[in-house]
């Protein structure tokens, strides 16, 4: 069974940066496109990030040049989060899948549980 494990979240500053890692077992990064979702309380979850086998990324525009996603090892994916929001306050997921790739998500298998991240004004 495909397990991924999310690290990385805390409570940051305005302006702030943290780095996610979402780790995988039975699972090798390059076959899947991969990604980070998030869902604050009350919203529907969002793309924040995407990144295609061919190594294509894709952001939407309230993170893009502040959020950076790479796969730093066959197994580990991680996601730069850097001059962080109060409005990027949410859980974040990492997720897996071999279907469309996009920041909707509906292309998605395989979810993690999630890391919290903060940001206070």
């Known amino acids: 069974q495909v397990r991924l494990v999310e690290s990385g979240g805390g409570s940051v500053q305005a302006g702030g940066s943290l780095r996610l890692s979402c780790t995988a077992n039975?699972?090798?990064?390059?076959?899947?496109?991969m990604g980070w979702f998030r869902q604050a309380p009350g919203k529907e979850r969002e793309g924040v990030a995407v990144i295609a086998r061919d190594g294509t990324t894709n952001y939407p525009d309230s993170v893009n040049g502040r959020f950076t996603i790479y796969k730093a090892s066959t197994t580990t994916l991680s996601l730069q989060m850097n001059s962080l929001k109060p409005e990027d306050t949410a859980l974040y997921y990492c997720?897996?899948?071999?279907?469309?790739?996009?920041?909707?998500?509906?292309?998605?298998?395989?979810w993690g549980q999630g890391t919290q991240v903060s940001v206070s004004s």
């Open positions: 997720a897996a899948g071999d279907g469309y790739c996009g920041l909707t998500g509906q292309g998605m298998n395989y």
């Open positions: 039975r699972l090798t990064y390059s076959m899947y496109c």
